[in-house]
């Protein structure tokens, strides 16, 4: 819901929430700040859209200062926004116009949640000290953003100059992932101290010169700044130890890699953070930053000129390499494909208590190549069920090659039989042969035989002479 007012007054604008509050429901309760925004026409409606998505998680009573033309007669134009139009929370948006535009405060005083905290953010342009400001004063948290400026670094040593307890920036809101990557990492072993520290960014960056404050203090070493191409942000960071440095890089916008002694190389998701997620990360505190104090106000008069690129530090050994941080990263992101398409394996419980030196061997033997107990069984899973399937191709390979010689045997058998029969034949008639022209060589020897074996006997009997003669 959105209703309009032209030419109005506070005491209008808060009858017209009371009303609406009546018509719509209960909407307005439950606020928990007061969040105020001064903001120039050109960039009020991005600002508002940000406010209303943190608003989700901080609901709150957002009120929109926008100075208009200072010439001419005062007048005051405003809008409710309720409902959809405001997310969790309930939107009002003044335009000043005439001399009225430099008594914002006055405007904004009778519009502020009884008994809650305020907020008061500059987008864009902010006052030198904030501090003083008429509505800086009356908040408990300001919020600036020094990346908006012309100017970042004088920006920063203007803020250094005039800071008070409850200051803050989104330069500073946007490095909160780079400082736990950085703190974890030297949670981890070998546990060494920091010798010394690189830090390279864009110089349009204040964010990167916040890290490498941040850095110079808490390390307590000397942090060098290189530069990288403009509008790129932070490239990486370099904390330099005795077994070798710890590199954190981010060659793209999305993606890291954290490679450091000891340890495998990973592939990190650190995007850049939007307006919106890192508002609402400066409404969840009302208390006062003090590490972004330290940084800030001591840490940045610690730093020494940029006087050298990325490129050249690379080249030279002292910063690492965008480039090879970005094969590696192209590397890690195949490893991790192929592993999510291969067959999961599930892994026993971790043990409870693993011992440093444990640790220590089973990185040892990770980084040269061996395998684990783990890997080898698991190597042995996939041959064996590689076997298996080859196996059973075979096997049905030789089923299918024996049903097709059993259709072809009948054949070969009539064929062979067949043969069989004529070579019997021809072989039969070769040995009838063979005998008659022994049985012809041999009669007459024979007969000769039985002649001479007659004579040799004598005369047969009478009766045997005259019985053969006469048969």
Known sequence: MIRDLTDTTTTGISKTLVRLRNEVGAMALGRVLTLVIVVEDTDAQEAIDAANQASRQHPCRIIVVIPGERRGRNRLDAQIRLGGDAGASEIVVLRLYGALANHGPSV?????????????????????????????AMAQ??????????????????????????????????????????????????????????????????????????LARRLKVQVRRVSTPRGSGIASVRLERESGPIDLVRPGDVIATLSQTGQPD????????????????????????EAYAEALCQGLTELRPVRSSAADAAKAGKAPDIAAARRLASRLGRDESAQDASAMISAPPAPEHAETSEVREATARKLAGKRTPREKQAAKDRKKAAEASARESAASKSGSSSSTGTSRTPSKRSASGAAKKTAGRSTAGTRKAAAKKTTAGTAPRRRATSTSKAASAGPAPADEASGGTAS
């Open 108 to 136: 904004v005083m009778p519009l502020l949640l009884a008994d809650s905290p305020i907020v008061a953010w500059w987008p864009g342009k902010a006052p030198e000290d904030v501090a003083q400001d008429p509505i800086g």
């Open 141 to 214: 948290r300001r919020i600036t953003d020094a990346a908006e400026t012309h100017n970042p670094r004088l920006t920063l040593k203007k803020r250094a100059a005039s800071y008070a307890p409850g200051d803050t920036d989104l330069s500073w809101t946007r490095l909160t992932h780079w400082r736990g990557l950085l703190a974890a990492a030297l949670d981890q072993p070998p546990y060494e101290p920091i010798t010394g520290a690189v830090v390279s960014g864009a110089p349009d960056s204040p964010s990167s010169d916040l890290l490498a404050a941040w």
């Open 266 to 289: 990973r592939r990190i998701n650190l995007p850049r953070r939007e307006l919106p997620e890192c508002l609402a990360d400066e409404l969840r505190r009302l208390d006062p930053d």
